[in-house]
């Protein structure tokens, strides 16, 4: 198989890649090679940046395949598209949960749940906007490639390489054991994608040759908020006491935190994708993963989370 992927040195793309490299596929990266410039040496790159539409390094070749990574904006995927034309076989497209509609819904949701209207009118990326693009971009693939289309739609994504602090935030904390402050109920449900599973689901539907779109979920087993600290904690081999502290105490977008109103979406069904071939890594193996990751690169800053002083005040106000 001859893939062609746009992006694919960040997290989600760099795992796509190291699972197409294992069944030997023939992989071509497309980016601006500014990103994990030492990833996959033996891979060709050619280099473009979307942002500023120059595919020029895409005006020649031919791949059975295009996985594209990094397309957030219908000028984004509309200038690969144009780009590209025919010679390629399949366009697979990572979307977003956020291009489902956010209310209305109950738990086990499927791929049939409506979408939320499309938005043409913007590039900025906020919490308003991005779901809105990413449908439109979803419209616009299917429209070009019809049946050679597949769109999967990742929930969170947790996993070694992760380049956001969600789910590391709290693989890090639990390790530390003792009093932990979580702002939020404990029984809210969670959802969390292994990136390795994730990367399997993909190679084997264009392996496949399915088309449709496909709701990338995990773990395997309904957990919860307070379940998966609990387990990251045993995966760090601590113990943790989960103390609830009022959610006005926590910043904008607190990791996995959600409102009540949206707890239905951290409660999809899985049925689609796992029939297609996605694994499902037990929650604890990822933990213990991200977990070795995380000190191997020297427990970097986080950008999200309660400092540690943040932290103590609140348990010493609220324990």
Not at 40 to 64: C, K
Not at 68 to 77: F, K, L
């Amino acid at each position: 198989m001859r893939l062609l992927v746009l992006g694919g040195t960040s997290f989600v793309g760099r795992s796509i890649v190291a699972d197409a490299l294992d069944h030997e596929w023939q992989v071509t990266l497309f980016g601006r090679g500014k990103t994990g410039s030492e990833l996959f040496p033996d891979v060709p790159r050619l280099i473009g940046d979307r942002d500023t539409d120059d595919y020029r390094a895409l005006s020649e070749g031919d791949w059975d395949a295009v996985v594209d990574v990094s397309g957030y904006i219908p000028r984004h995927v509309n200038g690969a598209m144009v780009a590209l034309g025919d010679r390629i076989g399949r366009y697979l497209f990572i979307s977003s949960h956020a291009v489902y509609v956010q209310e209305g819904i109950g738990p086990g949701s499927t791929e049939s749940t409506p979408l939320r209207p499309e938005r043409r009118d913007t590039e900025e990326l906020d919490n308003s906007s991005y779901g809105p693009l990413k449908v439109a971009c979803e419209t616009d693939i299917r429209a070009r490639y019809g049946d050679r289309a597949t769109i999967v739609r990742p929930g969170r994504v947790a996993g070694p390489y992760d380049n956001q602090d969600a789910f590391t935030y709290w693989v890090r904390r639990a390790a530390q054991g003792g009093r932990l402050a979580l702002p939020a109920d404990p029984d809210q449900p969670t959802q969390i994608t292994d990136a390795r599973d994730l990367a399997r689901l993909v190679i084997q539907l264009l392996t496949d040759q399915r088309g449709g779109a496909f709701n990338a979920i995990g773990p395997a087993e309904p957990t919860t908020l307070g379940g998966l600290i609990r387990t990251c904690a045993e995966a760090a081999g601590t113990e943790v006491d989960i103390v609830p502290v009022p959610a006005e105490s926590a910043g904008f977008l607190f990791p996995l935190v959600r409102e009540r109103s949206g707890w239905s979406s951290l409660q999809r069904d899985p049925a689609k994708a796992r029939a297609a071939g996605m694994p499902a890594t037990p929650l604890a193996v990822t933990a213990a993963d991200v977990l070795a990751w995380d000190r191997e690169r020297g427990l970097p800053p986080l950008d999200h989370g309660f400092t540690p002083e943040e932290e103590a005040r609140l348990l010493e106000l609220h324990g």
